[in-house]
């Protein structure tokens, strides 16, 4: 069974930024963002840190207002959304996946899957659960509904917290860069989860530091730098030919990493079927730094 | 050979790295040994001065009685308004938060005495409702006047439990369409009650221990019944060991909640 149905209207624009301009206070975040994303597409966002990524995907859920320009999401100018129920409604269409997971420290995972469902849509409880476990089987953590997400890795919460998004049959999901505070080991489970959803065909925008990953999945990638996209594409396009001097250097840089990563990984002998393994993680065990609320 | 046993054990505990003793079964092998003293004084304790001790304790214990029952009537109180007061410091309404806060400060920066003092003789000493009086008596008086400071301070604690619940928790629940109300219902709420615990037990012993004022105001508690007793028998040693006794019966019953604040605290550190 599929995570989500494929949609018939795959294809139309689903979320379209133009011209968007933020700042805090005189820093300027974003400096005007032009960005597409079509029903059952993968958009990966990347560049170096601070450039803004994480700062759209917040506007594009009303997380953030922008100072000018629009944000249309299927038809919704998400700019103009004045009244808590208009943003509500927003973002019952809307998921969103955390860099630290933000799971909700006194529920059971189960709980934090049930909680949105049966508080905000109204869900029948019953339903809500029988629709929670199914989802926590999809992510591999079917035997995890009564712990509390203290209990469990990293990798596991962050498997949650896609799980919690999804309990929402959201339309869209953003993913703000989830995988930057796993190991690389566990980096490999939540890449396989957020893999199968694309290829169901759900609606993805993920700012990421997984070059090799962005390149796999995505249909069009957006490299920004300090606010503006410096330039999109398909992801062969962007990976292969970038136009942008600055998308060249940024991108050897990182896939240099890349291939020094494989070098150690082919002699430290990794068993098989982790991959994709993330270039940008020395093998600290992050588990020890686990902290919870 | 009961009694040996007790203190035997009483020893054991007395230390802090024990830590297979709750606070609470501390208090109570305590508070059996002394009514096994109470009960069957051993012939050494049967001095002069013991005999006045024996005679007035039941008067003491009676004091201690009031003054828990002002603490315990004055927490309730100054809780169930200290939560109302705490949720309008948070309003979107800037003159509803302005006046929460003055209230806040105003009331948590006020020496209990001068509260006390100012409730026992603002409130009338009777109330008439049509053909009906109905008498305030100044317990009443000094419980409303340690309901002041302890609504204050409850009113801040909970304000920084709900500040201190980290924004991404407000953001997780915003980005799954929760209204503010249902937020702070669902998610803010029940993770600042486990927080606000330990703060409040703390301030429960406080007040408690501020209870022990209303004996300035005409309020029949254990320092006052000390000072009756004291003034009555008129014996040096009986006035030292009076008092000595009223801080341990204060101690007695403050100590345990201490310990299980501390408790509280360790356990919810990293939960």
């Known amino acids: 069974m599929p995570l989500v149905e494929s949609r018939p209207e795959a294809g139309q624009v689903l979320v379209e930024l133009r011209d968007v301009h933020l700042a805090f206070g005189h820093n300027a975040v974003l400096k005007g963002i032009n960005l597409q994303v079509r029903r059952g597409q993968a958009v990966s966002i990347i560049g170096p840190s601070g450039s803004g990524k994480s700062t759209i995907l917040r506007c594009i859920t009303g997380l953030l207002k922008p100072h000018s320009g629009s944000i249309i999401l299927d038809g919704v100018d998400v700019r103009a959304l004045k009244s808590e129920a208009a943003l509500i409604e927003l973002r019952k269409r809307v998921g969103f996946v955390f860099q630290q997971y933000n799971l909700f420290p006194h529920l059971t995972v189960l709980e934090n899957l049930v909680i949105a469902p049966t508080r905000i849509l109204g869900k029948d409880k019953a339903a809500a659960r029988r629709e929670a476990h199914v989802l926590l089987e999809r992510v591999k953590l079917g035997g995890k509904a009564a712990a509390y997400p203290g209990e469990l890795s990293g990798g596991q919460q962050q498997r949650v917290a896609i799980a919690r998004a999804l309990a929402m049959q959201p339309e869209l999901i953003l993913f703000d860069e989830v995988t930057s505070a796993l190991d690389p080991e566990t980096v490999g489970e939540v890449l396989t989860v957020i893999r199968e959803l694309v290829h169901d065909g759900m609606t993805c925008v993920l700012v990421t ?8 999945v995505s249909d069009e990638v957006y490299f920004t730098e300090a606010g503006l996209i410096v330039e999109h594409g ?44 993330s270039p940008h993680f020395s093998p600290i065990s992050f588990d020890r730094l686990k902290f919870s609320i | 050979m009961e009694d040996s046993l007790c203190a035997g054990e009483a020893s054991v505990l007395l230390q802090p790295s024990s830590p297979s003793w709750s606070p609470l079964a501390w208090a109570a092998v305590l508070v059996v040994a002394l009514l096994l003293l109470v009960s069957q004084p051993p012939a050494f304790l049967q001095t002069p001065l013991i005999g006045y001790l024996l005679t007035w304790s039941p008067a003491l214990l009676m004091g201690m009685l009031a003054n828990i029952q002002i603490s315990v009537l004055a927490v309730a109180i100054g809780t169930l308004a200290g939560l109302l007061i705490g949720a309008l410091q948070l309003s979107s309404l800037r003159p509803v938060r302005m006046a929460a806060r003055w209230y806040v400060q105003l009331f948590r920066n006020a020496p209990m005495l001068i509260l006390i003092y100012f409730s026992t003789y603002v409130f009338p000493f009777e109330i008439h409702l049509g053909s ?22 409850v009113a801040e604690i909970f304000r920084g439990a709900i500040l201190s619940i ?20 669902w998610i803010i709420l029940p993770q600042c009650l486990r927080r606000m615990l330990p703060p409040w037990m ?9 209870t022990a004022l209303a004996s300035l105001v005409g309020v029949h508690d ?4 000390a000072q009756i007793a004291s003034t009555t028998v008129n014996r040096v040693d009986f006035t030292v060991t009076v ?13 345990p909640i201490s310990r299980f604040t501390q408790y509280l605290e360790r356990k919810y550190a990293f939960s």
């Open chain 1, 209 to 216: 530091h997984e070059m090799r990953f962005a390149e796999e």
């Open chain 1, 234 to 277: 398909s992801a062969d396009k962007i990976f292969s030919d970038p136009a942008s001097e600055r998308t060249r250097t940024f991108l050897n840089r990182a896939l240099n990493g890349d291939a020094r990563g494989e070098a150690r990984r082919d002699g430290v002998g990794r068993g098989p079927g982790k991959l994709p393994l």
């Open chain 2, 132 to 153: 009906h009086y109905f008498s305030f008596p100044d317990w009443i008086k000094v419980t409303l006047g340690l309901a002041l400071p302890a609504s204050a301070n």
């Open chain 2, 166 to 185: 980290p924004a991404p928790q407000w953001e997780a629940a915003s980005s799954l369409a929760f209204r503010r109300s249902q937020l702070l219902r």
């Open chain 2, 202 to 210: 703390n301030l429960y012993a406080t007040i408690t221990m501020g």
């Open chain 2, 222 to 225: 254990l320092l006052d019944t």
């Open chain 2, 243 to 255: 008092y000595f006794t009223s801080l341990l019966l204060f101690f007695l019953y403050c100590y």
